[in-house]
């Protein structure tokens, strides 16, 4: 598959997800787990402060800056889209046992 390809099927994901969100559907659900969650949100930061720290900033550097604020928004968020393209979820709802006796 071309890069025009991925990019095509990309942007038919984006579209069909906001369709639906607009039309009554779902809106993403959690896809991350806690573990993975202060994973992304800790080396987010990470790049974040690398990144402040900096004192010229090319383009690599910038594109480090936007990783790590989409690291953190997941961190914070608990959703990754990618993740939902490719169909992996870590999140486990928490079980609740009513204890009756």
């Avoid at 598959?1 to 607009?22: N, P, Q």
Wanted: charged share 15%; aromatic share 14%; hydrophobic share 50%.
């Amino acid at each position: 598959m071309t890069a025009k390809g991925i990019y095509i099927y990309l942007h038919s994901e984006v579209l069909a997800m906001s369709f639906k969100y607009k039309n009554g559907g779902n809106m993403l659900e959690r896809n991350l787990g806690n573990i993975e969650r202060v994973i992304r949100l800790v080396f987010g930061l990470g790049l974040l402060f690398w990144a402040y720290t900096q004192t010229t900033m090319n383009a690599i550097d910038w594109f480090v800056v936007i990783i790590s604020v989409m690291l953190v928004l997941n961190g914070i968020f608990s959703r990754c889209f990618i993740w939902w393209i490719l169909g992996l979820n870590t999140f486990k709802p928490a079980t609740t046992e009513a204890n009756c006796d």
